[in-house]
């Protein structure tokens, strides 16, 4: 059963975040959370949100979904395939969330609770289906982080499993199932080992929490990112890897390193320390902003993987793919709306507005999204087709701030043979910012030498050009450097 309706119960830190995925990915949320403020809160949430797919996407995003809040569990499940519980992590306020579900939910519709670490055999105890019931596991924002742990209980269906490791990737998402059901699942164990060595050194007076952050952010953090922990052990083995790596350090396993099984006092004192350690390291920054930076900072991070094709750069990248292919036809007949984004943090410099080789990039994917369009897409490309860029002019004609959104649009000036000649406008609302002329010509890239295009892609090129042979000439075309304007 395909999902399309979905419900989130709990529109707090994750259930928000929940919602942002959801609708970003087109699908209608009805959300029910008791709290007087709670849609307020979502709303904060679902901007901040929204400026960050805005500036990490830059295929064309699908039509947004529907936001409901609904006045009950019970309204909010009625009609959802996929019901996401996101209230606090009690084990009673599960189940009466529950129960009030199943009095109007489809017996099929899928629970996917998103608790920490309490086993789903306990969660699906007392349901009338519990075979629908699953953990979906996700991390702190969800809207942005991809991962999320499937874990199934005693009760719960092949199907339902089946159902979910189907559903998470259609949101950009990368499940991962775990064999076996235990509390903390995998995550939360690991985090949870980490965190409770944590406030051992800062009881202790070891260090801050400033100096402990600066050395997971400075340090092992960047390692994680990109290559978890046992690859990257595996490279710090050197070139006899692994063996030799648990050859030197297994030893020091039994050695004092750690406490982890030991747990701190967690008395008023600890709590104290702890607070007032972090209200001096972050304190003067609000929580919406420091979120707003950490967002950015995410972003910036798998952007970069993109580039390298590697963990959750290469997972954005498939995402990316399946939006363009999913994109409605545009209307030939003007300029081809070809690139889109909200100008990000890291295309910023030091002059505080958009630096000179993002203008180039827009444009380059601006170009990619024209050639899609023209059905030089992923799968020609692996069949050895593409474009090579032989000459570019950019003309910089307004600043481009951060946070701005812009958009380039692309006409076809000619096109010969093998060759494509293309006008690039980029523009914040009607504000044209900048233009670029490229020469393209039809690569084969198996004999890395010119060809002509195939023929579905040579009668679209011929198509829009023949269209775009009646638009205006655009004003700049062919101009050279240091030429007066006139
Ligand atoms: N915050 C985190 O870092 C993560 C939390 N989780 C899990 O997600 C779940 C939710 O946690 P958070 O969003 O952090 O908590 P939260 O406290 O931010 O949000 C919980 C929301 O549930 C609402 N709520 C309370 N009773 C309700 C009811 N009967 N029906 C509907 N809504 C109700 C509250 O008003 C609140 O807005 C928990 O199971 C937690 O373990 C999972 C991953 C990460
Ligand atoms: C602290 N936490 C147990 C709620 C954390 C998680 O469950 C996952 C995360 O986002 O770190």
């Known amino acids: 059963m395909t999902i399309r309706n979905t419900a989130v119960l709990g529109g707090g830190v994750i259930g928000a975040g929940w919602v942002a995925r959801l609708i970003e990915n087109g699908h209608d949320v009805a959300v029910f959370d008791p709290a007087p403020d709670a849609q307020r809160r979502l709303e904060a949430a679902l901007a901040n949100a929204d400026a960050a797919y805005a500036k990490l996407y830059t295929a064309p995003r699908r039509p947004k979904g529907q936001v409901r809040m609904a006045g009950s569990v019970a ?16 084990i009673g306020i599960k189940h009466r969330v529950y129960a009030e579900a199943e009095d109007s939910a489809a017996p099929d519709a899928l629970i996917a609770s998103s608790t920490s ?42 199907e339902a499993i089946a159902r979910a490791m189907a559903f998470y990737p259609t949101l ?11 509390e903390a699942f995998v995550a939360d164990r690991l985090l949870e080992a980490l965190w409770r060595e944590a406030l051992w050194l800062i009881r202790d007076g070891i260090c801050t929490t400033q100096e402990l952050d ?21 490279v710090a083995g050197g070139e006899a890897g692994m063996r030799h790596f648990m050859a030197q350090f297994g030893p020091c396993l039994k050695w004092p390193w750690t406490r982890l099984t030991d747990v701190p006092e967690f008395d008023d004192a600890l709590v104290d320390l702890i607070a007032g350690q972090s209200d001096a390291q972050s304190g003067h920054i609000p929580i919406r902003q420091l979120e707003r930076i950490r967002d950015d900072n995410l972003i910036a991070i798998q952007k970069a993987l993109q580039g390298t094709g590697w963990g959750a750069g290469a997972l954005l990248a498939e995402h990316e793919t399946r939006l363009a292919a999913e994109a409605p036809e545009p209307d030939w007949t003007g300029p081809l709306p070809t690139f889109a984004i909200r100008v990000p943090a890291h295309w910023l410099d030091y002059n505080g507005h958009m630096t000179e080789s993002r203008y180039l990039e827009a444009f380059a994917l601006a170009t990619d999204g024209f050639m899609r369009m023209v059905g030089l897409d992923a799968e020609a490309i692996a069949a050895g087709h593409s474009l090579f860029t032989a000459e570019t002019h950019i003309r910089h004609l307004a600043e481009v701030s951060r946070e701005e959104d812009i958009a380039v649009t692309t006409q076809v000036i000619a096109a010969q043979g093998r060759k494509v000649h293309l006008w690039h406008a980029m523009r914040a609302g009607e504000r044209l910012l900048a233009t670029a002329e490229h ?35 655009p004003e700049g075309i062919g101009r050279h450097v240091g030429q007066p304007k006139g």
């Open 117 to 158: 670490g309490i086993r789903p055999s306990d969660l699906q105890a007392p349901l009338r289906h519990p075979e629908r019931l699953l953990v979906a596991h996700p991390f702190n924002p969800v809207y942005l982080l991809p991962v999320v742990e499937i874990v199934g209980g005693k009760r719960t269906s092949e």
């Open 214 to 234: 600066d050395i997971v952010r400075y340090g092992f953090g960047l390692r994680w990112a990109q290559m978890g922990v046992f690859d990257t052990y595996r």
């Open 439 to 473: 020469l393209l010509i039809h690569m084969d890239l198996r004999r890395r030498a010119s060809a002509d295009p195939p023929p579905a892609v040579r009668r679209r090129i011929d198509h829009v050009a023949a269209l775009h042979a009646r638009l205006p000439r």
């Open 172 to 182: 950009g998402m990368k499940p991962v199932r775990i064999r076996r059901e235990i």
């Open 75 to 90: 309204e909010a499940c009625a009609g959802a395939d996929l019901i996401v519980e996101a209230v606090p992590e009690r």
